[in-house]
């Protein structure tokens, strides 16, 4: 039996907004979980009035931007913002812009487009990503090098808490160091401090011009190979990124062998100079097809190929590995790897980000994860790196034989969330225990 | 008003904003805020309100400054730390008056001609040869001891009171200093033989005392100023018809030409007469630099590679440091190679080395570093103390570099 | 005092020589770059990670408060030991681990100044971008810890952006490391951010990764000079709107124009009401074009708008603008510094507002500005000695930093809370935003035994 109460709720967000019936509510969930109920609120007073009353009844509550993750909120409520998708403002002067959590991040990159800005991160999922998702998963990405990580551009934001307060925090400062950094901190918190209902977010002027040079390789090795060239020449792209022969066929259909994306956003006089540069690099390193690609639709087709692949990864967490080294290390990685892996070439999927030294690891059917994971941890850190995130910090620790610190650290972490979520009610679906 | 009082508004200005950091020495090696001009300005002006009661830890902190000046170059707000240092010794003097050994040993002896003297002669009879036999005291304080230099007789002795050329142009006065005098008489040597060759008479009057520089720093104004009048009575009165003052150890000239006129702001009746001295004083590679050195005269066979060594006197207390350089990029075949941080202090800095050898000893070795990294052969420089000390230093970490007086490397490069 | 055990201990943990209990040595450990000043029951100075475990948990078992503190140059009283206190010095832990150019990393221990950073790393031709004005005395501990600013965050940003792991001892003596040698490694929450900034209340940092990056290939710096600093402010929101964006976008006023023109004699006119530097970097391809923009924005304005030529003018040009804190006591002993911050739009209005402070309140103020972060440094000069004045500069202090708020600004853009703003905290923050803060506190530091009273109170 379910403690929602679906009246109240109802008051709250209107009829209309409260969804309880599975075959409607299948659309905006995904996972094993079964909640209760799909509330889509239109407000932030309304998202706050839905946590104070999932506190008295002690419902667990799941959020998400388009979709909810059900997992841990079976009997629960699913919390939707697709319709608090507004863009509140957009402050020219000071580059900065007021949003809600549920406006798609590809809708945003349009407006913020047709005020010739930039939005440097990444969406998570071409289609449904949504702003607030972006902050709340707050990751690095490919653009990273050049942007920062997605945090870099959270100035501030109005958050419900778990105990259904409203707490307003930030501004339009780009400096801003008053106070304990809870701005940056809850950025990647994946919503278990509280529901951000309002985003204040930081943009950059668009770059002068956009180039792209592709080009194919026959082995992921050589590939890398060009990039460390191109890195030791001091040449630091946008984007420095290769995709597996697998998976490079999603990215660019009809690609034989690996494909290497490189993104120059900059200036135009040196954006030329530094296109030619890094198309002889990749020619004399050994790539075939290399081009360079000015027209703006073409570049757009390039660079939407690879957040398709990079999205694909995404939707499947739990089945890859993801880990980073330096970036002059990834030749020596990726030889290792291909120990454990096999040809990478052949594997289901492997993504290298160049500047980051990053790999992301689609794994095959039948693959122990952890296994895997502890083996590439072990690699990575003979090289500088680790496996990313919670996982990596425990497999790190395990390595050091240093328990004491692994359980430092989850109880530092588990402190923190009951600190702001005594209850346990939000996203409980969401482990800091790896 | 007290000593503090009259340096208050100084003190007050200090707005402990740190830039003095980067710039001291005894603060880079000891990471101790006490051994920092602004530690130490804050803790002469808790002294100055009352706050702290003079101790031995406020002793050292006040007695281990370099008096190097740098932090006074540094200072945005123009602190002149080492003048605040300055008057916390001589209101530590006034209080409780100057330790004894510190007295005895090294501020009366150095003071008294005779007692130097006296000194001199009984570490070099006895005194060396008796601390050769004691094993590990090779190094006293980061001192060469068994290779300390000792003039046969003191070079006062060992010349006329006057050097008569065949065509004199210029007539100079000789200031010789006590470590010429005593330790370094080829120095003075070489100094009569540049002026000599460049047509200059050299008067160098017998009874002249040490410049009181040391017990200057170390508050005793007294004795400082027996002797500045001494000096500037045997130069202005007996020899009143030497154009110029000459020394070549830049921390004289620097007592001679600055400190001389503070000493005697209170006397207003002598302070005339000390204006007419100090305006005469010159530094040697200076006053080579006016007259102009005949550039023919100079030969030298031998290919050198020379640096040079700023003097904390020269650079910051004269600002005199492009005219050494010019000197000795004059002698055939020497190539002059600049070392990093020329201009930071040696480690001697007057008795720091034997009352604060800790910190001094790694100055010095930052700064023999800093000498081998040039790979020269001769380490040039313009101070007596600097010279003996940075020998020292080289000879401990068994680096070849011989250390010259710049007035040293002319004298060779003319013919006897 | 310490008990005769607590010091013997100690002594034993860091050796005779590092620990520090006589008054005259504790004097010089009661200050920083503000006017405050306490005193603290010792010194202590470690020279490793383990010095640092046992010295936490010696305390711990007394009950004595621990703060940390680096050079001591910051300016906003966070190194002030304000409550029964032993200073944990780390001015001694001074090794730089790790220069690893290729992938963009250094390890190195909080000790390390700043400057000494910068020199190992440009001789690889890298730099470290974080370089506030004391940099060449601040360490990187004390950078992290207030989450310090400088000239380049315009195009940059501020320390947090370059700490990439961190070795963090915690207050119950146990060591953890948050982040690591690359971006994407934090344990679930971004614990890095959170100790960044956050002036050692919730752990003692032992060795901090920090990203790195190859010195650009070109740069060119530009003065504009202007007849009042109203007009200055606005080339700033010219630029800004234009959609540039310059290393650096730095504002003097004529008084500072003058304090530092005392000290370095670069030669800028002691007539002009204000001067920008203004600086970008890049290819050197590019840089004609910025330039070129850049002097025709400043020119609709300025009386005056020329380029650095030489590596020496640059040199001397910067010089002066580091030394403008420095050097105000060539006009009044002591100084109050503000680092109120307002949205780049609102510029303009904030140098009103300084000014009408000025006025009002009949104060001497210098401005020195990064303007292109909207960043002030209002500086009140006046002479502490003076009881009454002293009230009056508080009170225009106060003043400034509600007129900031007011133009939806913050009190703090680069310097940090300490003691000197905390009393104008809950003025900025909301009370869910400050008991957040509370929370995270509490979260690392339930006993609140590390930098007590900085920031919030518990």
């Given amino acids: 039996m379910s403690n929602v109460n679906i009246s109240k709720l109802k008051g709250i967000v209107g009829d209309a907004y409260v969804i309880d019936s599975p075959s409607e509510m299948a659309k905006y969930l995904k996972g094993q979980g079964k909640p209760a109920v799909v509330v889509l609120p239109a407000s932030t007073s309304e998202v706050s009035s839905i946590v104070k009353l999932a506190n008295e009844k002690n419902v667990k509550l799941g959020v998400g931007g388009a979709v909810v993750d059900t997992q841990g909120i079976t009997g629960g409520i699913a919390m939707v913002m697709s319709?608090?998708?507004?863009?509140?403002?957009?402050?020219?002067?000071?580059?900065?812009?007021?949003?809600?959590p549920g406006l798609l991040h590809k809708e945003f990159l349009l407006k913020v487009a047709e005020f010739g800005l930039n939005f440097p991160p990444e969406p998570y999922e071409i289609e449904t990503s949504s702003v607030g998702g972006c902050f709340a998963i707050g990751d690095s990405d490919s653009k990273s090098f050049e942007y920062g990580p997605t945090r870099t551009f959270l100035l501030g934001f109005e958050m419900v808490l778990p105990t259904g307060e409203i707490l307003e925090i930030g501004n339009k400062c780009i400096k801003n160091v008053s106070g304990l950094d809870f701005i940056h901190f809850a950025v990647g918190s994946?919503?278990?401090?509280?529901?951000?209902?309002?985003?204040?977010?930081?943009?950059?002027?668009?770059?002068?011009?956009?180039?792209?040079?592709?080009?194919?390789?026959?082995?992921?090795?050589?590939?890398?190979?060009?990039?460390n060239t191109l890195i030791k020449r001091n040449v630091h792209p946008t984007r420095m990124n290769l995709i597996n022969a697998s998976l490079a066929k999603n990215a660019k259909p009809g690609t034989e062998g690996q494909l290497v994306i490189v993104d120059l956003q900059g200036f135009k006089e040196s954006g030329k100079n530094i296109a030619n540069e890094v198309a002889s690099v990749l020619t004399l390193g050994g790539g075939s097809d290399v081009k360079i690609i000015e027209e703006g639709a073409e570049y757009d087709q390039v660079i939407n190929g690879w957040l398709k692949v990079r999205a694909e990864l995404n939707a499947k967490r739990s089945r890859t590995v993801e880990f980073v080294v330096g970036p002059m290390k990834m030749p020596q990685a990726l030889a290792q790897l291909e120990a454990l892996t096999g040809d990478l070439g052949a594997y289901p999927g492997v993504i290298v980000e160049g500047l980051l030294g990053y790999v992301c690891l689609a794994l095959p059917e039948g693959t122990d994860k952890l296994d895997l994971a502890t083996k590439v941890n072990k690699l990575a850190m003979s090289l500088g790196g680790n496996v990313k995130g919670l996982l990596g910090h425990k497999l790190k620790a395990d390595v050091y034989n240093d328990a004491e610190m692994w359980k430092q650290t989850t109880s530092l972490l588990n402190e923190l969330r009951q600190q702001f979520d005594p209850k346990g009610i939000l996203n409980p679906g969401v482990s800091l225990e790896a | 008003m007290g000593v503090l009082q009259d340096v208050y508004e100084m003190l007050n200005t200090c707005n402990k904003c740190g830039g003095c950091h980067t710039a001291c020495k005894t603060y880079k090696l000891t990471g101790a805020e006490t051994m920092v001009a602004r530690g130490r300005i804050q803790l002469i002006k808790a002294v100055a309100d009352g706050k702290l009661e003079p101790n031995q830890e406020y002793e050292d902190a006040i007695m281990s400054c370099l008096l190097c000046g740098e932090c006074a170059v540094t200072c945005p707000n123009g602190v002149h730390g080492n003048e605040l240092v300055m008057a916390a010794r001589r209101d530590l003097k006034l209080k409780k008056g100057i330790k004894p050994f510190v007295k005895s040993f090294a501020l009366n002896t150095l003071a008294s001609p005779k007692r130097l003297d006296m000194g001199f002669r009984l570490f070099k009879g006895m005194g060396k040869s008796f601390l050769n036999k004691i094993d590990g005291l090779d190094y006293f304080r980061g001192i060469d001891i068994r290779n300390f230099p000792t003039a046969k007789k003191p070079f006062l002795e060992q010349v006329p009171e006057k050097i008569t050329v065949q065509h004199p142009k210029h007539k100079v006065g000789f200031y010789v200093g006590c470590?010429?005098?005593?330790?370094?008489?080829?120095?003075?040597?070489?100094?009569?033989?540049?002026?000599?060759?460049?047509?200059?008479?050299?008067?160098?009057?017998?009874?002249?005392?040490?410049?009181?520089?040391?017990?200057?720093?170390?508050?005793?104004?007294?004795?400082?100023?027996?002797?500045?009048?001494?000096?500037?009575?045997?130069?202005?009165?007996?020899?009143?018809?030497?154009?110029?003052?000459?020394?070549?150890?830049?921390?004289?000239?620097?007592?001679?030409?600055?400190?001389?006129?503070?000493?005697?702001?209170?006397?207003?009746?002598?302070?005339?007469?000390?204006?007419?001295?100090?305006?005469?004083?010159?530094?040697?590679?200076?006053?080579?630099?006016?007259?102009?050195?005949?550039?023919?005269?100079?030969?030298?066979?031998?290919?050198?590679?020379?640096?040079?060594?700023?003097?904390?006197?020269?650079?910051?207390?004269?600002?005199?440091?492009?005219?050494?350089?010019?000197?000795?990029?004059?002698?055939?075949?020497?190539?002059?190679?600049?070392?990093?941080?020329?201009?930071?202090?040696?480690g001697a800095a007057g008795l720091i080395q034997a009352f604060y050898h800790e910190v001094s000893t790694d100055i010095t070795d930052q700064k023999t570093q800093n000498i081998k990294d040039t790979n020269a052969d001769l380490v040039a420089t313009s101070c007596p103390a600097c010279m003996l000390r940075l020998q020292g230093g080289i000879n401990k970490v068994g680096q070849k570099q011989k250390v010259m007086h710049v007035a040293d490397i002319m004298a060779n490069a003319y013919e006897d | 005092m310490l008990s005769q055990a607590v010091v013997k201990r100690l002594k034993e943990i860091v050796g005779e020589k590092n620990v520090v209990t006589d008054k005259v040595g504790l004097l010089t450990y009661g200050y920083d770059g503000t006017l405050l000043s306490g005193e603290a029951l010792g010194v202590v100075s470690p020279t490793t990670t383990e010095q640092v475990v046992e010295i936490v948990k010696l305390m711990n078992e007394h009950d004595i408060k621990l703060v940390p503190r680096g050079a001591g140059t910051n300016e906003s009283g966070g190194t002030i030991p304000s409550e029964k206190s032993v200073v944990i010095s780390f001015t001694k832990m001074t090794k730089i681990h790790e220069i690893d150019t290729e992938n963009f990393v250094a390890v190195v221990e909080p000790g390390v100044i700043n400057f000494d950073l910068q020199v190992e790393l440009a001789k690889k031709n890298?730099?470290?971008?974080?370089?506030?004005?004391?940099?060449?005395?601040?360490?990187?501990?004390?950078?992290?810890?207030?989450?310090?600013?400088?000239?380049?965050?315009?195009?940059?940003?501020?320390?947090?952006?370059?700490?990439?792991?961190?070795?963090?001892?915690?207050?119950?003596?146990?060591?953890?490391?948050?982040?690591?040698?690359?971006?994407?490694?934090?344990?679930?929450?971004?614990?890095?951010?959170?100790?960044?900034?956050?002036?050692?209340?919730?752990?003692?940092?032992?060795?901090?990764?920090?990203?790195?990056?190859?010195?650009?290939?070109?740069?060119?710096?530009?003065?504009?000079?202007?007849?009042?600093?109203?007009?200055?402010?606005?080339?700033?929101?010219?630029?800004?709107?234009?959609?540039?964006?310059?290393?650096?976008?730095?504002?003097?006023?004529?008084?500072?124009?003058?304090?530092?023109?005392?000290f370095t004699h670069a030669g800028l006119p002691r007539d002009a009401g204000a001067v920008l530097i203004i600086e970008v970097d890049g290819y050197q391809e590019d840089m004609d074009e910025q330039v070129k923009t850049i002097g025709e924005i400043a020119s609709k304005i300025a009386k005056e708008f020329k380029v650095a030529q030489s590596a020496a003018e640059v040199d001397q040009i910067w010089t002066s603008r580091?030394?403008?804190?420095?050097?105000?006591?060539?006009?009044?002993?002591?100084?109050?510094?503000?680092?109120?911050?307002?949205?780049?739009?609102?510029?303009?209005?904030?140098?009103?507002?300084?000014?009408?402070?000025?006025?009002?309140?009949?104060?001497?103020?210098?401005?020195?500005?990064?303007?292109?972060?909207?960043?002030l440094h209002p500086l009140i000069l006046f002479d502490q000695r003076n009881k009454e004045e002293t009230e009056t500069v508080h009170a225009a202090e106060q003043a400034l930093c509600m007129m900031a708020l007011d133009l939806d600004g913050t009190i703090s853009g680069e310097h940090g809370i300490g003691l000197v703003k905390k009393k104008y905290l809950d003025k900025e923050f909301t009370p869910a935003a400050m008991e957040a803060f509370r929370k995270i506190k509490r979260s690392f530091d339930p006993s609140n035994r590390f930098n007590p009273g900085k920031i919030i109170d518990l």
Avoid: W
């Fill in chain 1, 190 to 227: 994946q919503g278990t401090f509280g529901i951000f209902t309002k985003l204040l977010v930081k943009l950059l002027p668009a770059p002068a011009a956009k180039k792209a040079v592709i080009g194919t390789f026959a082995s992921m090795h050589k590939a890398n190979a060009a990039f």
């Fill in chain 3, 322 to 375: 580091r030394s403008a804190f420095g050097s105000v006591a060539r006009v009044r002993p002591s100084y109050g510094v503000n680092d109120i911050t307002v949205p780049r739009s609102n510029f303009p209005k904030a140098i009103g507002g300084v000014l009408k402070v000025a006025k009002d309140f009949g104060v001497t103020i210098g401005v020195v500005a990064h303007a292109g972060d909207g960043n």
């Fill in chain 2, 179 to 346: 470590f010429l005098n005593h330790a370094l008489d080829q120095t003075a040597h070489s100094v009569v033989k540049v002026l000599t060759k460049n047509d200059c008479e050299v008067i160098i009057p017998k009874d002249q005392v040490c410049c009181g520089l040391p017990q200057y720093c170390y508050g005793d104004f007294e004795t400082a100023k027996k002797n500045a009048r001494k000096t500037i009575d045997t130069f202005l009165d007996k020899y009143s018809d030497a154009e110029v003052i000459l020394s070549a150890c830049g921390s004289c000239v620097a007592m001679l030409r600055h400190d001389y006129l503070k000493l005697f702001a209170d006397e207003p009746s002598y302070l005339e007469k000390v204006k007419l001295f100090c305006e005469k004083v010159v530094e040697f590679s200076e006053y080579m630099e006016k007259i102009g050195v005949d550039q023919t005269k100079l030969h030298n066979s031998t290919p050198l590679t020379v640096t040079y060594h700023d003097p904390c006197h020269m650079v910051r207390g004269l600002k005199v440091t492009k005219q050494p350089r010019q000197l000795l990029q004059m002698v055939p075949r020497i190539e002059y190679k600049e070392m990093f941080e020329a201009n930071r202090c040696c």
């Fill in chain 3, 126 to 262: 890298f730099y470290f971008p974080p370089d506030p004005s004391s940099f060449k005395a601040s360490t990187i501990g004390g950078n992290l810890g207030e989450c310090s600013g400088g000239p380049k965050c315009f195009k940059y940003g501020v320390t947090r952006d370059y700490m990439l792991g961190l070795e963090v001892v915690l207050p119950n003596g146990k060591v953890i490391q948050t982040g690591g040698r690359n971006f994407q490694s934090e344990p679930g929450y971004d614990l890095t951010r959170i100790i960044v900034g956050s002036e050692g209340i919730l752990g003692l940092v032992t060795k901090v990764f920090v990203r790195i990056l190859p010195i650009p290939r070109a740069k060119k710096t530009m003065l504009a000079l202007y007849d009042k600093v109203e007009d200055a402010s606005q080339t700033v929101a010219d630029i800004v709107a234009a959609g540039i964006i310059p290393t650096t976008l730095e504002l003097m006023d004529n008084l500072l124009i003058n304090t530092t023109e005392d």
């Fill in chain 1, 83 to 100: 319709r608090m998708n507004r863009l509140l403002e957009m402050d020219q002067l000071n580059l900065v812009a007021v949003v809600e």
